[in-house]
């Protein structure tokens, strides 16, 4: 790219800043797009990849409500703050020179978001069938745990060789922990399917029992809380190092928060409020996860070398 070459390296802190706004981007898209379907206005822009026929923006003079335009077409223009704050990491990333593991994730934000969009207009011209609605949630969650590897991985040198901090048998009980999470939004989303909030009030429903979906959903909860029991008594059996019990003990404070918010949920009749703080819990408890994964390893940096990359503090290391 012509003058790339002359824009200033950032510092790490400032790395870490565009990575922690890339992240924090990629969430609240998923947030917004449950205040998009809570508040009836997924077909606010009943086209794609214009608003209306002929239209790129709203036009006022439909038979489709003003807000329900505003709202949709708001989430859509949002779009572009998600995916400036992805290039700007992949471009912060490519000129500091990172290792090649952080390039992977960081082009894979920008590469991810155009996805996104592109799934995004294929829900609206299916009229908000569940399912698309459902894959959307569940890719920015993906989005969000790579963002968050990206975030905590530029922290470390990218010189030496990568070592876990954990037996391999525990982290196959990690694993096995994010695979019961993954199960855990999918059904989550399928409650959502099922339940009051379409999108628009002609979408079809998904025709499961909300109850039945909902019981599993508390089920996997409950076991996705003993696994994480489970891996901090391995990780306390094991000498795992300090900041990741500190991570650990962040998972389950965003867990439990978001728990608390389902059950509140479920006796309140399903408020449009709390969907939206439900999403929000379900991209927090991804990052969270995500960091305690990236938290199970180190790059240990060759005799003489530094520590921790040039300019990071000894305190920031240790952070998600």
């Known amino acids: 790219m012509p003058g790339f070459d002359r824009v200033p390296k950032l510092s790490v802190p400032a790395q870490r800043r565009f990575t922690f706004v890339a992240a924090l981007t990629q969430a609240l898209i998923a947030v917004t797009g449950a205040v998009v379907r809570v508040t009836g206005s997924g077909l606010g822009c009943p086209t794609w990849p214009q608003c209306f026929p002929g239209s790129l923006v709203p036009t006022g003079q439909t038979s489709v409500p003003v807000y329900e335009q505003v709202i949709e ?80 991985g530029v922290a470390e040198p990218d010189v030496g060789e990568s070592h876990t901090l954990v037996p ?32 628009n009030s002609k979408t079809t429903r998904l025709d499961l029992s909300i109850p039945a979906l909902a019981q599993l959903h508390a089920d996997l909860l409950v076991g996705y809380l003993g696994l994480l029991v489970g891996l901090y008594f391995a990780f306390r059996a094991t000498s795992a190092p300090s900041a ?66 040039q300019e990071l503090p000894l305190s920031v290391a240790g952070q998600i």
């Open 244 to 309: 990741l019990l500190r991570q650990w003990w962040v998972l389950l404070l965003v867990v439990l928060g978001q728990g608390a918010i389902g059950l509140v949920q479920y006796f309140t009749g399903v408020p449009e409020a709390l969907v939206a703080f439900h999403v929000a819990g379900a991209c927090a408890v991804t990052a969270a996860m995500a960091a305690l994964w990236a938290h199970t390893r180190t790059r240990v940096p060759p005799a003489g070398g530094p520590v921790v990359p």
């Open 168 to 199: 391999g048998a525990l982290r196959g009980l990690l694993a096995l922990s994010t695979v019961v999470l993954g199960a855990l939004l999918v059904v989550g989303t399928l409650v959502t399917a099922a339940g009051p909030h379409a999108g």
């Open 73 to 152: 077409f708001s989430n859509r223009m949002l779009t572009y703050v998600v995916t400036a704050a992805a290039v700007a990491a992949l471009l912060v990333v490519l000129r500091a020179g990172r290792r090649a593991e952080l390039k992977r994730y960081a082009w894979s934000l920008p590469l991810g978001t155009v996805v996104q969009a592109v799934l995004g207009g294929f829900t609206v011209l299916t009229g908000l069938v569940w399912w698309t609605v459902a894959l959307h949630l569940l890719v920015s969650t993906v989005l969000v745990w790579l963002a968050v590897q990206l975030h905590v």
